[in-house]
Each structure stands twice: as structure tokens, then as C-alpha cells.
């Protein structure tokens, strides 16, 4: 059985899988059918996939002029949506990602990135990210719709 534990790291029948190629190819074949379930797909083949938490661990944070860019753990680069920015048990913030099919997780040292960009509005007790001139709300529930 394939698992991804709650970092990030891939394991193959509880070895990790060291081979940053292999990881990557398997990012790129990730999905998550109907059922919720985490599959990777690639030509003929498929199997299922435990995620212990979110598939994806979001390892920087870097705010631009009218976006904010996050790095992910196989290294790929995507524009945050904030609309998706929630946070789950134990204040640990959460995001979708690969337009918005999949779960990411932010790691400390890049919530400690985002928390420098996120403000609080004691009339509503709520904080919010603002970017690009629009606040978004962040919501908190667990990831995945738990």
C-alpha cells in the first residue's frame, strides 16, 4: 500500500520512497475519485493512496503585488487561492491546490509566512486575508469537508 503521511513524505509498504522522480510522477498522476478516495492513475493502472492528513504540504509562502505564490513539497509553484484558505483542528491553515481538486496542508514555518499577511477584524472576531483588494474571509473547518 502506498501511503503519504501527514508531512508530505510517500511511503511504499512503509518504506519511503527516496526517489524524488518517482514522488513527482505519482503527484502528477493524484487524484481523488468521487468516493473521496485518493488514487493515483497512470496508464492502465491504479491504486489507491492513504493520506494520513492532505497530500500536499505547502513548504513557502510569497506574497506578490496582486497575488500570493505558494511552493508545494514536490516543488511546484501555484498562485494561493484565498477563497479556498481555511483552518483545520489545532489551528494548522489548509488550502486547495492543482485548481482546486486536491488538499494542501501548510507546514509552521510557511503559516508563520502567511500569518504575516493575514488581519484581524475585531467588529466580526474574524480574520482575513487581503489581496489584490478583496478580503477573504478565512473559514475555519477541517480540510476535505471533514
Known sequence: ??????????????NEIFRRDIVRLFYDHLKRDPSGTY?????NDRSEVAVEDAPYVVTAV?????????????????????????MG??????????????????SRA?????AAFIEYEGDADAFYLSVNNTNYYIDEHKPGGE
Open 110 to 114: 510557511a503559516y508563520y509566512q502567511m
Open 39 to 43: 488514487v493515483i492513475e497512470l496508464d
Open 1 to 14: 500500500m502506498i501511503t503519504i503521511d501527514k508531512d508530505g513524505v510517500w511511503f511504499y509498504q512503509g
Open 89 to 106: 483542528r489545532d489551528n494548522v491553515p489548509y488550502c486547495t491546490v492543482r485548481e482546486g481538486t486536491l488538499d494542501a496542508r501548510f
Open 62 to 86: 510569497d506574497k506578490k503585488d496582486t497575488s500570493i505564490e505558494i511552493v508545494l513539497n514536490d516543488s511546484r509553484r501555484e498562485t494561493l487561492d484565498p477563497a479556498t484558505l481555511r
